[in-house]
Structure formats: structure tokens, C-alpha cells
T-cell receptor, first 114, second 111 residues
Framework: ETGVTQSPTHLIKTRGQQVTLRCSSQ?????VSWYQQALGQGPQFIFQYYREEENGRGNFPPRFSGLQFPNYSSELNVNALELDDSALYLCASSPAGVSYNEQFFGPGTRLTVL | DQQVKQNSPSLSVQEGRISILNCDYT??????FLWYKKYPAEGPTFLISISSIKDKNEDGRFTVFLNKSAKHLSLHIVPSQPGDSAVYFC??????????FGAGTILRVKS
């Protein structure tokens, strides 16, 4: 059984640019959540996708957007990058969209904005 | 406004002794609490959880206690092992399956 994978591992961008991060869910999981983890903090919920529809969003501006594909893989897009967007971006999948006990996390993508 | 707080940034424990990690929360609507462990360069891995209707859940060396009146939960690891050295995150489930995380506690188990 393949776990959650994310690409790329590391990324360096400059302020104002756009970035796309990718996530492949664990087999059989149809729900994907994205989190931002700044240095020294816990992960913060960005949004969740269930069966290709956004299913909840945290306190992040609209320049953070996402997609989920029919195979349940997902993308996180960030436009007009700011320095504060530098963080570890984590993707997590789970087997159901309504009720579950835990989410399974990928290793993350480290984004640095210069 | 932090809804989930882990007030101890780090904890150092001798191998074989008990590790106690604490977590406080403010939102009474949280219905599920989880602990995750994170090693460097890896994503968080699920450790143990507890429903808000229970006060204790045990899984091997790991036990989570929930005190709803105090809005406090703790993770006990007995006995602690060097491989337990990691960052431990407390998380609470909000509506729509959103998880709210604390800032984490670094646990170091000395051999």
C-alpha cells in the first residue's frame, strides 16, 4: 500500500510568483486536506477536498486555491507569493469525507519565498 | 487566537521513565482529540486519539487522558524509549473535519 506522496520536496520562489504543489493520496482515500506549517508552529488547516469539491476552508486568502482530480490526487496553488508564505506544506488524506479518526500525512513540500 | 496550546516547547526524559505531554484547548465544540508524532523530514504520523465522550484511551505504551471540565488533555508514554524522541503535536477536530494543531512539544528521551 503506497502512502501519501508530495512533490516537489523543496522549492524556492521569489515574491510575486505563483507555485503549484502536488499530492498523491494514499490508496483508497477520497479526502485530501492541505496544511501550512510555519517554522516553530503546528500545521494550520488551509482547505479540504472531498470527491473533487472543496469541503471546508481555513483562514487563508483566495490566492490559496486547490484542485482534486478523479484519481483523488490534489494540487495546491498559491498566487502572488509573499515572504510569509515560506513554510512546510503538508498534504493529508483520509478514507472518508464525513467522519474519521485520523489523517495520513505526506512528508511535505518545503517552500522558500525570497 | 490559539485554540489548542502546548505550553511546553520541549521535554527531556530518561529512558525507561514516564513522559507526560500536555495540551490545553479553549473550544468546547471540539469532538475528537488526536496526538501526532513527527520526525525530521517526515510528515506527522498518527499516534492515538480520544473521543470527547471518553476520559481515557490506551494503546500499548501510550495513554491519552482527557479532562473536559479543565479543557486539558495529556499523553503519557511509559516506558519512554530513545526512539520516542520526536516532536509531538496535539490536535483537535472541529466541524467539517478540520484539525486544529498545537505548536508541538519536542520530546528528548536520553539513554
Amino acid at each position: 500500500e503506497t502512502g501519501v506522496t508530495q512533490s516537489p520536496t523543496h522549492l524556492i520562489k521569489t515574491r510575486g510568483q505563483q507555485v503549484t504543489l502536488r499530492c498523491s493520496s494514499q490508496s483508497g482515500h477520497n479526502t485530501v486536506s492541505w496544511y501550512q506549517q510555519a517554522l516553530g508552529q503546528g500545521p494550520q488547516f488551509i482547505f479540504q477536498y472531498y470527491r473533487e469539491e472543496e469541503n471546508g476552508r481555513g483562514n487563508f486568502p483566495p490566492r490559496f486555491s486547490g484542485l482534486q482530480f478523479p484519481n483523488y490526487s490534489s494540487e495546491l496553488n498559491v498566487n502572488a507569493l509573499e515572504l510569509d508564505d515560506s513554510a512546510l506544506y503538508l498534504c493529508a488524506s483520509s478514507p472518508a469525507g464525513v467522519s474519521y479518526n485520523e489523517q495520513f500525512f505526506g512528508p511535505g513540500t518545503r517552500l522558500t519565498v525570497l | 487566537d490559539q485554540q489548542v496550546k502546548q505550553n511546553s516547547p520541549s521535554l527531556s526524559v530518561q529512558e525507561g521513565r514516564i513522559s507526560i505531554l500536555n495540551c490545553d484547548y479553549t473550544n468546547s465544540m471540539f469532538d475528537y482529540f488526536l496526538w501526532y508524532k513527527k520526525y525530521p523530514a517526515e510528515g506527522p504520523t498518527f499516534l492515538i486519539s480520544i473521543s470527547s465522550i471518553k476520559d481515557k484511551n490506551e494503546d500499548g505504551r501510550f495513554t491519552v487522558f482527557l479532562n473536559k471540565s479543565a479543557k486539558h488533555l495529556s499523553l503519557h508514554i511509559v516506558p519512554s524509549q530513545p526512539g520516542d524522541s520526536a516532536v509531538y503535536f496535539c490536535a483537535a477536530r472541529e466541524y467539517g473535519n478540520k484539525l486544529v494543531f498545537g505548536a508541538g512539544t519536542i520530546l528528548r528521551v536520553k539513554s
